[in-house]
């Protein structure tokens, strides 16, 4: 049973930072890809960053020069560092992992709020 976890989310002023982890349950070595996702109220989920197992990483336009994916192997975990938030990035984030050749999973959310 592969299972996610994630955490850092939180409340943070305008200009702020949060650092989110998600926890895998098993080597991610064992993913073709890790990213992480957000989703806002009354919008649909679309994806913030990713990086494959090689190390190639994916940016949304909106969060690029700010937010940066990483990964410690030996930890388990796929991290998103946040700079300098704007309310526009208040979400529920997503971790997500692929498996191939089509297996999909998701960690159960964490909310983040950027608010004054």
């Known amino acids: 049973q592969v299972q996610l976890v994630e955490s850092g989310g939180g409340l943070v002023q305008p200009g702020g930072s949060l650092r989110l982890s998600c926890a895998a349950s098993?080597?991610?070595?064992?993913?073709?890809?890790m990213g992480w996702y957000r989703q806002a109220p009354g919008k649909q989920r679309e994806l913030v960053a990713s990086?494959?197992?090689?190390?190639?990483?994916n940016y949304a336009d909106y969060v690029k020069g700010r937010f940066t994916i990483s990964r410690d192997n030996a930890k388990k975990t796929v991290y998103l560092q946040m700079n300098n938030l704007t309310p526009e990035d208040t979400a529920v984030y997503y971790c997500n992992a692929v498996r191939a050749p089509s297996n999909t999973y998701w960690g159960q959310g964490t909310q983040v709020t950027v608010s004054s």
């Open positions: 990086v494959t197992l090689g190390g190639s990483r």
């Open positions: 098993i080597s991610i070595f064992s993913f073709s890809a």
